[in-house]
């Protein structure tokens, strides 16, 4: 089993930044990637950004230029960096990896951004 624990949500004011941070533990030998996702209210859960062993990294468009996504293996921690959020951002944001054919999810963060 795998234990993830998300931390850095909060609110902040349209234009600023925050950093997200997934820790795993447990059976984290094999994680071959690591990712967040957020969701709101009625809808459904969408992909983030997403990140493998080797640092290939996947970004939803709606965040490419404002957000990155960086990985420390040694630590089996995932980042997620936030810059010019804007209102639209807010949401639960989920931390998920990918160990074999098995995914873990964490309990979500939530992130709030005012107008």
């Known amino acids: 089993q795998v234990q993830l624990v998300e931390s850095g949500g909060g609110l902040v004011q349209t234009g600023g930044s925050l950093r997200l941070s997934c820790a795993a533990s447990?059976?984290?030998?094999?994680?071959?990637?690591m990712g967040w996702y957020r969701q709101t209210p009625g809808k459904q859960r969408e992909l983030v950004a997403f990140?493998?062993?080797?640092?290939?990294?996947n970004l939803a468009d709606f965040v490419k230029g404002r957000f990155t996504i960086s990985r420390d293996n040694a630590e089996n921690t995932v980042y997620l960096q936030m810059n010019s959020l804007k209102p639209e951002d807010t949401a639960v944001y989920f931390c998920?990896?990918?160990?074999?054919?098995?995914?873990?999810w964490g309990q979500g963060t939530q992130v709030t951004v005012s107008s």
């Open positions: 998920k990896a990918l160990r074999w054919g098995d995914e873990y």
């Open positions: 447990g059976s984290t030998s094999g994680i071959r990637g």
């Open positions: 990140i493998d062993r080797i640092g290939t990294t």
